[in-house]
């Protein structure tokens, strides 16, 4: 065996202890560590001839990297949809690399993990209140589980009109409409060859992120039957604004259509009883995302894919994995690589297990009524302001606002100002037409007293740049 790995393995226990050292200080200090990152060169080495060990290389990345990591994973990174990580999801991440296991099969290879996955995906319908009629898989993040699902529904649709796309290659455009949908459903369409120019915009209603039902019911209407994917939005970016999925799910019953939705953190509403109305109807769909390094605060990568059971024939279509006869017949030996994109990959489960298991329902949704709370109070600041205006409602747990009266260079030296304070850290955006900035409170650590913080700082970074 090589040296370094020989002395390595004898030195585990303490190579690990340091780790462990590390990743509690980081822990401890989430709230000091700033919130934006510094833009930073850094250094490039080249290749290693013989390596220099594991405890260098810790120490190395402790010197020259650790300090430029953001703390992104805190409670006061506001910026995308950015979740944090339970202190139990760790626990499940850090065993799911050390137990490293390839989930694929249920049986035949006696791999549990794949039986866990099966089971944690019970434990979400549970949450999201869904039926146990969709099937469901770990991928790495929403823009890959659109990506599943959007597959699949590509292949329902050529089957319709019969041919098979995953044979065959698409052999005409497929109509696709969606009203706002996230840049990674398009990317999906794209990546899947259904080009993403092809996707028809349903008009949204006045003031909303929504899409028009009547419109959208005139294009079902004038279009062929089982040859469209309606792509619909549970939680936009901006102003997480819900498409109706009860109005939706009453267009079923008279039209034959794929229903798609991308709920990747909206759909964690379902939990909470003054807001699951904005769901509600969702469990008729044909596939659903969402994603687990968001609102669940689960460490990347980690989302879901829900797909409903009747379409197995042409899920399994989609993705087996059909050149490899040692890997059996597909319908009789379940195993994940012929449900999704990936063959070899990992326990993407056991995180997710570990922090529903250790939370429950309670601790779940306690997060997400608090992120919610957050979100309102930061709203309510910024209604009484004479300095800030919202741009967008805040319906959910997404605050859309900019500087009041100001210009757009104003605009821009605010955020640059605010961001490189590093206490907290937000995005800028457009929401229809107009430049803004979001707060989105998604993570577990975020309470009153960084409400508190942003406030002292939102004045601070106003006082600097108005001079
Ligand atoms: C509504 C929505 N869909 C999809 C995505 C893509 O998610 P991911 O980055 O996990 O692929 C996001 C990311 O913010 C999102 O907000």
């Not at 969606?178 to 794209?190: E, L, N, R, T, Y």
């Amino acid at each position: 065996m090589y040296k370094q790995l020989q002395t390595d393995k004898e030195n585990m226990g303490a190579l690990l202890q340091s780790v462990q050292q590390l990743a509690l200080q980081r822990f401890q200090h989430i709230e000091s560590i700033p919130a934006a990152a510094k833009p930073q060169e850094v250094q490039n080495y080249p290749l290693p001839e013989e390596g220099l060990g594991a405890a260098t290389i810790l120490a190395k990345f402790q010197e020259e990297y650790q300090h430029l990591m953001c703390g992104s994973s805190g409670p006061r990174y506001w910026g995308y949809v950015t979740g944090g990580t339970t202190p139990a999801s760790v626990l499940g991440d850090w065993l799911a690399t050390t137990f490293d296991q390839n989930t694929q099969s249920v049986k035949g290879r006696g791999d549990v993990s794949a039986i866990l996955e099966k089971e944690t995906i019970q434990l979400l319908l549970d949450f999201l209140e869904l039926p146990k009629h969709f099937f469901g898989g770990f991928v790495t993040g929403a823009t890959m589980s659109n990506f599943t699902c959007l597959g699949i529904a590509r292949q329902w649709i050529g089957k319709n009109q019969e041919y098979d796309v995953a044979r065959t290659g698409l052999q005409q455009p497929i109509q696709i409409v969606a009203g706002m949908p996230h840049s990674s459903v398009i990317k999906g369409i794209a990546m899947l060859g259904m080009g993403s120019t092809n996707i028809h915009k349903i008009p949204l209603l006045e003031g909303r992120e929504a899409m028009d039902i009547e419109q959208l019911e005139e294009f079902l209407k004038q279009n062929t039957s089982g040859e469209t994917m309606v792509l619909s939005s549970a939680g936009t970016v901006n102003s997480v604004d819900f498409d109706d999925m009860k109005a939706i799910s009453k267009l079923k019953e008279t039209y034959d259509f794929w229903w798609h939705i991308d709920a990747a953190f909206g759909g964690l509403v379902a939990c909470i009883n003054d807001k699951k109305h904005l769901i509600t109807g969702w469990e008729q769909a044909d596939s659903i995302t969402v994603d687990c390094h968001k609102w669940f605060n689960i460490p990347y990568d980690s989302a879901v894919f829900f797909v409903h059971e009747k379409h197995q024939q042409r899920h399994i279509e989609t993705f087996q994995n059909s050149n490899a006869p040692y890997l059996g017949n597909p319908m009789e030996n379940f195993s994940y690589l012929n449900f999704l994109p990936e063959n070899s990959r990992r326990f993407r489960a056991l995180p997710v297990w570990f922090s529903l298991m250790a939370y429950g329902k309670k601790g779940h949704q306690e997060i997400i009524s608090r992120n919610i709370q957050l979100a309102q109070q930061l709203t309510s600041y910024i209604e009484k302001s004479d300095v800030f205006e919202l741009v967008a409602p805040t319906r959910v747990n997404v605050v859309c606002f900019k500087l009041a009266g100001v210009s757009q260079e104003k605009q821009d030296a605010f955020i640059q100002e605010l961001n490189s304070r590093r206490k907290i850290f937000i995005t800028p955006s457009v929401y229809k037409g107009n430049s803004c900035f979001r707060a989105a409170f998604v993570n577990w650590q975020t309470t009153d007293k960084n409400i508190v913080i942003a406030i002292e700082e939102l004045e601070a970074s106003y006082n600097i740049i108005k001079k």
